[in-house]
């Protein structure tokens, strides 16, 4: 006659979880073990983190593995998530961000990783994606204010963030002085900002 | 005077553009500067929503890949003690930072991809931060070790490059195959449950029609009509999967009719 344990593989309120759920919502069922709540992380942001990886990484192997490392840390570190100190979006898009630029600071990637492919890859992005009407409209709404930068800003930004660059690296890459390039991260991150509005 | 430099180190700081040297008094000056950490916070969550124009949908075989993967992972108990989370049960916070945090608040797993030595000493003092921090180190550290120990046959199938998704002919379930680890992990779904006396068997079909069907394992969960994954080391000259409907605790043999078949390879 075995324990009266609680049936943690088959508990009765495993049910779907809510369409609507938040990422928040979704990582704080992922962190009891839920699989299917797992599943539906996995499903809105594979996307991104493959996109990201990828266009960081470039190597589409490469990006696949980063995005299972990630995956696999969100499936082990999700009771670590603490919604207090950001969104899960962030922590999840900042995991991804960490990894890839991790993998192409490390390796001698350099060679194949050449500015001109990384700024001029806005446009693949429009046939190259996903089909959630969502976020298409997030993406639209990125693209619009990234617009509204100037170009200083925005190749700043971009050359940073997508392609793992230094900011020295990104003032060498654009000849400009140093403190113009952290200048420009700072003010473009502030317009981003306000544009995009996420409360500050 | 370094302060209005430090100031501007907010944007770098948000992006991960800071190079090393620079990381340490950057950090320590965040925790210091209320305004560069309200400052910092709102630039976090805008660097994460950039990642949208990059979205690609990624191969059908990562979605495959991870489940396969979690479903072998056990998961890192939740940090205790006086850390400042919230309770599982406790409304959510909503996707806003607070501003009163006392750290700058990167999530402490990136934190923790750091080494020890490019922590700032801050950063460590602060008692909170210090707890974040222990949790992460653990974690990274069991991390990047399950990676450099042999791996189980499930961890190897779901991250081996050489491996290869066939899906069966029924359209349910699939079969990632990877030579290098000499194993198979076979995912069932969508089989109709079977009665309490009998069970599903899984056989390892040979290209070499003198070799009899081996015997993998029983499924007695896809039995139930439940998903079922199943890792298992192949032999050479095996080149296709089949499931047979057996009575309870299996046969020798296959008994006619195969319900399910997938090849290894494409």
Known sequence: ?200 | MTTPDAHLDTGALALSALPPDELAPAEEHVLTCESCRVELAGFRETVARLAAVAAESPPASLRRSVLAAVAVTPQLPPVTGSAPTSEPGDPLVGRHRMPEEPTPAPPDNVRALRPWYRRPAALIAAAVAAVVIGGGVVAITQFRGQQQVAQTPEQCVATAADRTVQTPADGHGEVVYAPSCGAVTVDVTGLPALGDDRTYQLWALSDRPQTAPRSMALLPQAAQGQQQVVTEPTQSGEVQVAITAEPSGGSPAPTPPIVWMASLTP
């Open chain 1, 1 to 200: 006659m075995p324990p009266p344990d609680p049936p943690r593989a088959n508990r009765p309120l495993s049910a779907v979880p809510d369409p609507a759920a938040t990422p928040e919502e979704l990582l704080r069922l992922t962190a009891l073990g839920r699989e299917d709540a797992f599943e539906r992380l996995y499903d809105s942001f594979s996307a991104r983190v493959f996109g990201l990886a990828r266009r960081i990484v470039r190597d589409p192997s490469h990006a696949e593995e980063i995005a299972q490392e990630v995956f696999l840390e969100i499936w082990r570190r999700a009771s670590r998530f603490d919604p207090a100190k950001g969104s899960a979006t962030s922590w999840i898009m900042t995991l991804t961000h960490a990894r890839a630029v991790d993998r192409v600071r490390s390796a001698q990637a350099a060679t194949d990783r050449e500015v001109k492919v990384a700024q001029s890859s806005t446009e693949r992005d429009v046939d190259s994606v996903v089909e959630a009407v969502e976020s298409a409209f997030e993406r639209r709404a990125v693209q619009r204010c990234l617009g509204t930068l100037t170009e200083l800003q925005r190749e700043s930004i971009t050359l940073a963030y997508f392609s793992g660059y230094t900011y020295r690296e990104v003032a060498e890459l654009l000849t400009a002085p140093l403190p113009t390039i952290k200048t420009r991260l700072r003010d473009g991150l502030i317009r981003l900002r306000d544009c995009l509005g996420v409360a500050s």
